[in-house]
């Protein structure tokens, strides 16, 4: 392992408090990520800001990921592109750039995780393209509005995420199961949690898949491939929404000399209003953003 891949995930100070960074501005949070002074998960930061994963890969896989993302819009819905070889994602704010601005990063090599980041700064090339795919995360806050309960923003927890058995639509070297986030859900309340988050294609839309896990290949709900574990209760059901760490699937069956992605949960934030419905792709921020 080079030594600007060793794992640094603790190799700074501890994350700043999560409660606190809640009611933080956008630039003073951005900074916070920046520096490195917070590295936990992002669900419930920067309310009403549409949140993003990440993938980076070398130009010659670009056009490949670019028709995997347009064949399975509902897991990766793509909202910016960089230009070859810049870290800076304008079109989504005037202050991004994607080798620091993320809590964490997990770094694939010939289809292997081979580290966890805090900054890809110093593994920077001139071939990389930036992928930025709507999150979940950024319809959260209209739920919340909405009097629905979201435990692991209340517990400061990561979203739980699974492995299904539903397939994507491959292109080129990417195919590979779809990944789902699951939140427990009243049942009283998952139609109106379907409703309110079809209002937000580019963030996965509505739910993939209500209740059953079985139905799509989730053994234990009570043992996520990603994230932490959340309790269902007696009068509530697992939803499940489409996840943009479903690249990291076809990532790892590519098996790509050299991606580097988001840690999941742990999200790149953008200046653009979640509530847009407008596509962001060759927008800029003031194009896109309402009045609040």
């Not at 700074?12 to 590295?39: M, V």
């Not at 790149?268 to 847009?276: F, N, Q």
Request: charged share 20%; aromatic share 6%.
């Amino acid at each position: 392992m080079a030594p600007q891949e060793q794992d640094t995930v603790n190799a700074t100070a501890p994350s700043q408090d999560y409660a606190a960074l809640r009611h933080l501005d956008l630039p003073a949070l951005r900074q916070e990520i920046r520096s490195g002074r917070y590295r936990g998960q992002t669900a419930g930061l920067a309310s009403g800001r549409l949140q993003c994963n990440l993938v980076i890969l070398s130009e010659r896989y670009a056009l490949d990921f670019l028709r995997f993302c347009q064949r399975n819009p509902k897991a990766c819905p793509l909202v910016g592109v960089s230009e070859t070889g810049d870290p800076w994602l304008r079109t989504l704010g005037r202050d991004i750039d994607v080798r620091s601005d993320l809590p964490g990063y997990t770094l694939y090599r010939d289809g292997r995780e081979s580290a966890q980041l805090n900054d890809i700064t110093a593994m920077w090339q001139d071939d990389f393209v930036a992928f930025a795919l709507g999150c979940s995360f950024s319809f959260e806050r209209a739920l919340i509005e909405a009097g629905i309960a979201l435990r692991h923003i209340e517990q400061n927890k990561t979203v739980p995420m699974f492995r299904t058995n539903i397939e994507s639509v491959p292109a080129g070297p990417f195919s590979g199961g779809l990944v789902v986030s699951m939140r427990p859900i009243k049942v009283s309340e998952v139609e109106r949690a379907r409703a309110i988050s079809r209002r937000y294609p580019q963030a996965h839309g509505g739910p993939l898949h209500v209740g059953a896990p079985e139905a799509i290949g989730i053994a234990d709900v009570a043992r996520p491939d990603w994230g932490d574990s959340i309790e269902v209760l007696a009068d509530e059901t697992p939803v499940f929404w489409a996840c943009g760490v479903t690249p990291q699937n076809a990532v790892t069956g590519a098996g790509l000399p050299l991606c580097i992605t988001h840690t999941p949960g742990r999200m790149l934030i953008t200046d653009v209003d979640a509530s847009a419905e407008v596509p962001v792709l060759s927008q800029s921020p003031q194009a896109t953003e309402r009045e609040t």
